[in-house]
Nanobody, 124 residues
Framework: QMHLAESGGGLVQPGGSLKLSCAASGFTLDDYAIKWFRQAPGKEREGVSC????????DYVDSVKGRFTISRDNAKNAVDLQMNSVKTEDTGVYYC?????????????????WGQGTQVTVSS
């Protein structure tokens, strides 16, 4: 059975760092495009960062460029999101999703598998 699970969320102060991990079971993440989304209270789910499998392309939403880094850990069958210099507006539930075409797509409905999410709260 194919399953994604996020971990690493928690409470962090502004300016701090957090590392999220998206681990897969039942399939190999390296064959999929993996995208991190987040959803703040009362807001729509937005894409944060994506790493493709077809061409190695990496994308970030403008608000996290220079602060967040997405990477694959193939030994763990996982994709990590390193969050540095976090801001209060980074607060939300973070989800990872897998797209079997290998390409980073913009729409949430393009993604085939989703994790349950992990809460990130940035607050002093």
């Amino acid at each position: 059975q194919m399953h994604l699970a996020e971990s690493g969320g928690g409470l962090v102060q502004p300016g701090g760092s957090l590392k999220l991990s998206c681990a897969a079971s039942g399939f190999t993440l390296d064959d999929y495009a993996i995208k991190w989304f987040r959803q703040a209270p009362g807001k729509e789910r937005e894409g944060v960062s994506c790493i493709s499998s077809s061409d190695g392309r990496i994308d970030y939403v403008d608000s996290v460029k220079g602060r967040f880094t997405i990477s694959r850990d193939n030994a763990k069958n996982a994709v990590d999101l390193q969050m540095n210099s976090v801001k209060t507006e980074d607060t939300g539930v973070y989800y990872c999703a897998a797209e079997d075409g290998g390409t980073c797509e913009s729409g949430i409905y393009e993604y085939d598998y989703w994790g349950q999410g992990t809460q990130v709260t940035v607050s002093s």
